[in-house]
């Protein structure tokens, strides 16, 4: 997800020729390759909880982020949660047995 110049010449045993005009192309996006930053848990009740995040560094973006997957878990089951949208940075769990951990880290 990067811009790049190019320009060509020719050469031979004698030289090199004239470069190209300058080509511009943008390579494709790729996965991200770092996380959101700064968990926080907030809101917590017996039932529910919200989760927010920062976004994910420029650097490891690779492209526009389009959505999240949020996965949370307890001794009995395991969830994912899918959060569209590239600027929604939060999402409250709601459901929840009381006095339990539902949090993972994948």
């Known amino acids: ?10 050469y031979n045993d004698v030289g090199t020729g004239p470069t190209s005009d300058n080509r ?11 996380s959101p930053e700064n968990i926080i848990f ?4 017996a039932r529910s909880l919200t989760v927010s ?13 389009t959505g999240y997957l949020l996965y ?6 395991f969830d994912t ?4 949208g590239g600027e929604n940075k939060s999402y409250t769990l709601t459901e ?3 006095y339990t951990w ?3 880290n994948k």
């Open 1 to 10: 997800y990067t811009n790049y110049t190019v320009t060509v010449s020719a």
């Open 24 to 34: 511009i192309q943008q390579t494709e996006q790729a996965a991200p390759t770092s």
């Open 42 to 45: 907030s809101s917590v009740e």
């Open 53 to 65: 995040w920062d976004e994910v560094p420029c650097s490891g973006q690779n492209g526009p982020i």
């Open 72 to 77: 949370y878990t307890n001794t009995t089951f």
């Open 81 to 84: 949660i899918n959060i569209t």
């Open 96 to 98: 929840l047995r009381p």
């Open 102 to 104: 539902n949090w993972t």
